[in-house]
């Protein structure tokens, strides 16, 4: 029964996708000023969900909504330009600029004067769209504005609809027509793509409780805690007096609020996360606060350098510090909060990358929540731990000056991250000074200075005479000079990708190898891609590997999301690299096309169109053959583009559904291979 239903909600969900979607509905009307000076007014009716960009969009953002209107014969002139409402202005998390557009409807209104009488104006409206999990393609219409004063007019069935012959048409700019494209017999894909994705998520949020939890661990071998645990399980075990199992309960209660605290302290987000579902992406990509970022972690560093010291505010120590003698459970939770400020110099740094981790990361507010409660049970533990068993605090090491080195080490971490934020503001922005080259360079730098700092070469302000190297701290540091071998072996030419070579360990946190400035690419990723229908399957079939055609747009937000966040995945990209000829058609490219192929379509929803320039084309070839407009959009296929392997799916941020869509386009394709 399970599998009965799964198999429906998949079939509904993939019959949503596959359709033509009109999201805006143009109507006109017109308003008379005086005998000769009229408002031609355009107005959008847009579905819920949907957004529609403004006439005013920042270069290099998507396509804004562009009024142009028909005055061959001279009869009229514009007075201004045409006017807009107020909207929607925010911070775009993926074109890093501030981008308006409108929701639910938008008005659009123009000044003319007319020079003689006339019974109407013809104009074109050129717009994009979006909602939150895609983008369908810059599309036209026709708008006619009666002067004589009818009734307003819906647009969107004004255009002529005599046919065209498309047969012709498909040959010369395909290649092959919509019929000779078949859907598999059989397909894997199934209850497995719904069923993965919530297993994947809780396996997200408790890896990301692991990297809390060793943070956590990380902040207690700083100088800030670890000397606190045998002072404070002192503390509770004397005041206990006899009585162990009471002492052994408060500092229980003390390990949770330690706990509750950091957990706490991510509350904030989920707040913000219910206003705007998007706002901690928004946040986590803006370039200004990468920077901001970028220069919060080298003062982090130089403080665990030993070069200042970071400190909260002796008033909220004073604060916490009093509400500890209100006793009982009050009084040990004052105690918990009073921890976390006294020991913010060593913890906040270790926070601040979390922070800035988890919000750079799917799942928003809930990663931030694992990662908190992950640190706060490894910062907590040990205080119970050791106060049910004090003989445990025999086997711990006595505070040195390697508690010193370990937040010494933790600097050159922290720096080395920092140019991690630099990097994402650079390639947003497409400065071109970050790229691939002077960061290895400056990786290799800072490594080879933790190199020397572990093998006594370097010394910093705290640091103390180092008598006998210990066993640890040589083999703390030919493992990090081994490591900046590792880093220098990126400058190595892989000849099959024509780029320098990919490091494995520094993926997510490197430019990607693609943006250099000796081996620049085009594709994303450094994969090999086609951009051209014919080339592509031309080589699918010399190759003779399946295809993955992928709609995008250089304006589409979610396909970059793709890109980035799932592409850019190991298993994912092993896939797109050695099992599949990836050819991305661009539905919004403005490059004209040759004049041969400039020729009249029929629309899939009536009337038709002439194909101007590439956008048009493969905007034309996804609605034709493929009865869907939106974008991202996967297809896969044989390699003579003949035959659908499994049902395309569009937007899809989760890894292993993303894994399984393509694993099951490999199994169909051996399938058919045997035949």
Not at 65 to 71: D, I, K, P, R, W
Not at 211 to 228: I, K, Q, W
Request: glycine share 8%; aromatic share 12%; hydrophobic share 45%.
């Amino acid at each position: 029964m399970k599998k009965i239903v799964v198999f429906f909600i998949l079939l509904i969900a993939s019959l949503g996708q596959a359709q033509i979607l009109e999201p805006v509905k143009w109507t006109t009307s017109v308003e008379k000023l005086s005998d000769t000076e009229y408002l031609l007014i355009s107005k959008a009716t847009i579905d819920k969900g949907w957004h529609l960009y403004s006439q005013n969009v920042p270069d290099d953002g998507p396509i804004p909504t562009l009024f142009t209107y028909e005055n061959s014969n001279d009869n009229f002139m514009l007075i201004g330009s045409t006017q807009e409402e107020e909207g929607h202005t925010v911070n775009d998390p993926v074109f890093e600029m501030e981008i308006k557009y409108f929701e639910e409807s938008a008005t659009f209104k123009q000044k003319v004067k007319l020079k003689e009488e006339i019974k109407s104006i013809t104009g074109v409206v050129e717009f994009m769209v979006c909602d939150d999990t895609r983008c369908l393609p810059p599309t036209e219409e026709d708008l006619v504005f009666y002067i004589s004063g009818s009734p307003s007019t819906d647009i969107g069935t004004s255009e002529s609809t005599a046919p065209v012959d498309n047969s012709v048409a498909n040959n010369i700019l395909y290649g092959i027509t919509p019929d000779d494209i078949n859907k598999a017999e059989t397909s894997c894909a199934g209850e497995n793509l719904m069923v993965v994705e919530a297993d994947s998520k809780a396996k997200s949020l408790w890896s990301i409780f692991g990297l809390g939890f060793l943070g956590g661990l990380l902040a207690l071998l700083t100088p800030c805690v670890f000397p606190m645990i045998p002072l404070t399980v002192s503390f509770f075990t004397k005041k206990s007096g006899k009585d162990k199992s009471a002492g052994i309960s408060k500092a229980l209660l003390y390990g949770f609020f330690i706990f509750a605290v950091y957990i706490l302290l991510s509350v904030p987000f989920h707040l913000l996360d219910s206003v705007n579902p998007d706002i901690l992406n928004e946040v986590s990509t803006n370039v200004w606060l990468n920077i901001v970022f970028f220069a919060i972690f080298v003062f982090f560093a130089f403080s665990f350098f030993g070069y200042y010291e970071l400190t909260l505010p002796a008033s909220w120590v004073n604060k916490t510090s009093r509400g500890e003698n209100a006793g009982g459970l009050i009084g040990i939770f004052f105690m918990a909060l009073t921890l976390a400020i006294v020991s913010f110099s060593c913890t906040g740094p270790i926070l601040g990358s979390l922070l800035a981790g988890s919000l750079t990361a799917d799942g928003g507010a809930w990663q931030l929540t694992a990662g908190m409660a992950g640190f706060g049970v490894s910062l907590g533990l040990p205080f119970a731990l050791f106060a049910m068993f004090p003989n445990m605090m025999n086997a711990l090491p006595k505070s040195g000056g390697w508690l010193n080195t370990t937040k010494v080490i933790l600097g050159f971490l922290e720096l080395a991250l920092a140019f991690k934020f630099l990097s994402n503001a650079d390639l947003v922005q497409h400065w071109g000074l970050l790229k691939i080259e002077p960061f290895l360079i400056i990786w290799i730098v800072i490594f080879a200075g933790l190199a020397l700092y572990l093998l006594g070469k370097i010394r910093f302000p705290h640091d103390s005479p180092i008598k006998k190297m210990s066993f640890v701290r040589l083999a703390g540091g030919v493992l990090v000079a081994s490591f900046v071998v590792y880093l220098a072996s990126g400058f190595r030419f892989n000849k099959e990708t024509n780029t320098f070579t990919s490091l494995t360990l520094l993926s997510g946190l490197a430019p990607p190898v693609t943006y250099s400035f000796i081996y620049p690419q085009d594709c994303p990723n450094n994969l090999e891609c086609f951009k051209d229908l014919k080339t592509g399957v031309a080589y699918a079939q010399k190759v003779n590997k399946p295809i993955m055609l992928d709609f995008t747009g250089y304006a589409c937000v979610n396909c970059r999301k793709m890109e980035e966040h799932v592409w850019s995945e190991q298993r994912i990209d092993n896939y797109l690299r050695n099992d599949y000829v990836l050819i991305s058609l661009y539905v919004d490219d403005k490059k004209e096309l040759p004049q041969e192929q400039q020729i009249m379509v029929n629309r899939i929803n009536g009337g038709k169109r002439k194909l101007e320039n590439y956008g048009h084309k493969w905007a034309n070839f996804q609605t034709q053959y493929f009865q869907t407009n939106s974008q991202p959009y996967y297809v896969l296929l044989n390699p003579n583009g003949t035959k659908i392997l499994n049902e395309p799916v569009g937007y899809m941020p989760n890894e292993n559904d993303y894994a399984k869509f393509l694993e099951c386009g490999l199994e169909v394709f051996e399938a058919l291979q045997k035949e």
